[in-house]
């Protein structure tokens, strides 16, 4: 069964602090991993993918991916209320169609 | 750019209605299109894959006969949720895969409720 973990949260912040949302993987074979926010009563919304091992930086995202240790993560810098949603991540195979697995999503709250 | 269009957003109807749900990409070729369902408090679960002018997919579980998908253009997929019930009460969310590209962009969702 492939599975992606997340830690359900909530996870409260501070205003203007690091998030830290982490995700682990089992399946060995997955290629492509894919950070989603999705606000409450909507569509999840695309904010990073990654490809290859390392980190990946776009303006306060910033996306860490571990093949050997099986696991991402999404640091969100100088943190805001808007920021407040479930942040999902997602793990694809690739493949000619890309199917993604989703996790159960980890709930983050920013304080003002 | 990379918008993709669902209507309806929301629909009540009486048990034993069938409903069809439409999911466009508005300004780009999706060759590949997904559907998911989502319960209060839990994730994605998809549902089917739909490529253009081909059968959809259907994961383990998921009813071919009662989820009719249709994925007649490069821009447009339909789920028809025939004779639905009241557990099939839930948020319906379309994505969209751009040819040639990975991530899946998602449609603003059909909250369905079968009364």
């Known amino acids: 069964q492939k599975e992606v973990e997340q830690n359900s949260g909530p996870l409260s912040v501070p205003e203007g602090a690091i998030a830290s949302l982490n995700c682990t993987y089992s399946?060995?074979?997955?290629?492509?991993f894919f950070w989603y926010r999705q606000y409450s009563g909507k569509s999840p919304e695309l904010i990073m993918s990654?490809?290859?091992?390392g980190d990946k930086e776009d303006g306060r995202f910033t996306a860490q991916l571990n093949k050997a240790s099986q696991y991402v993560s999404l640091l969100i810098r100088d943190s805001q209320p808007s920021d407040s949603a479930t942040y999902l991540c997602?793990?694809?195979?690739?493949?000619?169609?890309?199917?993604?697995?989703f996790g159960k999503g980890t709930l983050l709250t920013v304080n003002p | 750019g990379a918008v993709v269009s669902q209507h309806p957003s929301w629909v009540i109807c009486k048990s034993g209605t069938s409903v069809k749900i439409e999911c466009r990409s508005l300004?780009?070729?999706?060759?590949?299109m997904f559907w998911y369902r989502q319960f209060p408090k839990q994730s994605l679960m998809l549902m089917a894959t739909?490529?253009?002018?081909?059968?959809?997919?259907?994961e383990q579980g998921v009813e071919k006969d009662k989820f009719l998908i249709n994925h007649a253009s490069l821009t447009l997929s339909t789920l028809t949720v025939t004779s639905a019930h009241p557990e099939d009460s839930s948020f319906y969310i379309c994505?969209?895969?751009?040819?040639?590209?990975?991530?899946?962009?998602f449609g603003d969702g059909t909250r369905l409720s079968i009364l």
């Open positions: 994505s969209a895969r751009a040819t040639g590209e990975q991530p899946q962009h």
């Open positions: 399946d060995r074979g997955s290629q492509s």
């Open positions: 990654i490809y290859s091992n």
């Open positions: 997602a793990a694809s195979r690739g493949g000619s169609n890309y199917k993604l697995t």
């Open positions: 300004d780009f070729q999706a060759t590949t």
């Open positions: 739909s490529n253009e002018g081909s059968k959809a997919t259907y």
